[in-house]
Structure formats: C-alpha cells, structure tokens
C-alpha cells in the first residue's frame, strides 16, 4: 500500500511538472503573439477609451448623467451600510429578553434592549416600556415605533428610484438634442453628407447608452437594498409576535 502511494505520488509530481512545462512554453508563445500584435495596434486601455467615449458624448448631458450616477450611489452605499448595522440576530436577541424577564424583571429585559443595535431591539424596548400597562397598549406601541423604524430603513431610497428613472431619460433628451443638431449641419451644408449624419448621431447615441448603464448599475443595489428591507421588516414582524407572547406569558405567571 505504501508503494502504491510512493508511486502515485511520483506521477503526480511529474504531471505537475509536465504541465507547468507546458505552461511556460504556451505562455511565452502568447507573449510573442501579444507583442506582435501590440507592435502593429496601438493599445488603448478601458479606461482612457470610456474618458474618450464620454467627451465624445458631450459634456452637458453626460456630465448630469455622472452626476446622477455618483448620487445614486453614494445613497446606495450609505443605504446598504445602514441596513447591515440595523440587522440583528433576533432569535438569541429574543432569547435574551426573556432569560432578563424571567430573571431580572422589565428592567433587566430593558438593558438588554439598550445594549442592542437595531431597530428590533427598538421595538422591543418600546414594548416593554409600557409592560406595566395592557397587553393593548404594549401591542399599539409597538406596532407604532414598527412604522417608525421602517420609515428609517426606507429613508432616501426613493431617490435612487428617481435617479434610475432620470439617467435614461436625460441620455434620451441628449440624443434628441444630438439628432437634431446633425439635421441642422446637413441644412446648413445643404445636401446629404453622410459623415455629418454618422457624426451626429454617434455622439447623440452615446448619451442614451451611457444613461442606460447608470440605470442599470443602479437597479441592481435598489434591488438589493430593497431584499434588504423587507427582510428586515419580516424579522421586526416575527420579533413583534413572540415579544407579545412573551409578556402575555410575564403577566400570566405574575
């Protein structure tokens, strides 16, 4: 058995040599290709090829473009932050208040609450702030600090929905505006130049193009921050359910 695997251990090392080997060899024949190629055409990297295709697009309209794109996503940066803090483990969280309940009274489980982050642990506090009272009362309080704490997770995420409807609309106007200023060199020069029409609308079109990637860039984290709050409004949901039951079952043994 152990010669078995001396020997399997021999031809996997000499097949990793092989293909290292191998690897080099075809490596240093792309290179060749590569330098062949570069020595024939000039390289032109992404970057200074979109910087081309923006100033060909037009500063005005590509510039408001940009500018709904870095607003868009700093709300959505900050959005996605905030919303990654607010999240809390609101199984143990429960757990926690009910072990203070159970132990040290309404006040141990309002420590509790005070020492989370978190728009549950919120709720919680809110709940259990007016366990002295009704079961009503409690259940109003928190179902009214809930559309508090929603309205917080909510906040400003509508103008990343303005913004994704605004970037392509903006790069539309702009290729409206680019159209017809390519009909008024061709009035101007009259007659039909083609390279004045294949000008004119290239640079038009750029804008629409570069509004509709905005758009879609946005999309995507409005999306993902949208998950985001209904799954955090479905935990705040749960949590609400079982701290009710859990006062019921306080001032039941009480």
């Known amino acids: 058995m152990k010669r078995l695997f001396s020997i399997l251990t021999v031809a996997f090392f000499m097949a990793i040599g092989s293909v290292n080997a191998a690897t080099v060899n075809l490596n ?118 809930g559309g508090v704490q929603m309205g917080q997770l909510e906040k400003n995420v509508s103008w990343i929905s303005l913004f994704i409807a605004l970037a392509p609309m903006l790069g539309f106007m702009g290729t409206v505006i680019g159209m017809i200023q390519a009909f008024d060199k061709i009035e101007a020069a009259g007659g039909m130049d083609a390279s004045l029409v294949a000008g004119g609308i290239k640079v038009a079109l750029l804008t629409t193009v570069f509004g509709l990637v905005v758009a879609i860039i946005l999309q995507i984290f409005y999306n993902y921050i949208i998950a985001k709050i209904d799954s955090i409004v479905n935990d705040m949901e749960d949590a609400s359910i079982s701290l009710m039951d859990i006062l019921v079952d306080h001032k039941n043994n009480n």
Request: aromatic share 6%; hydrophobic share 45%.
């Open 28 to 145: 240093a024949t792309a290179s060749t290709v590569m330098t062949a190629v570069q020595d024939d055409v000039p390289s032109v990297t992404f970057h200074q090829e979109l910087k081309n295709r923006f100033l060909e697009g037009g500063p005005t309209f590509m510039g408001i473009v940009l500018l709904c794109l870095i607003l868009g996503l700093a709300i959505a940066i900050e959005r996605i932050i905030f919303l990654n803090l607010s999240t809390t483990n609101s199984k143990k969280l429960t757990e926690s208040v009910q072990d203070a309940l159970a132990s040290g009274g309404v006040e141990a489980a309002k420590e509790v609450c005070r020492n989370t982050k978190g728009p549950v642990a919120s709720i919680f506090y809110q709940g259990l702030d007016r366990a002295t009272e009704d079961i009503d009362a409690a259940e109003k309080a928190v179902v009214a600090y």
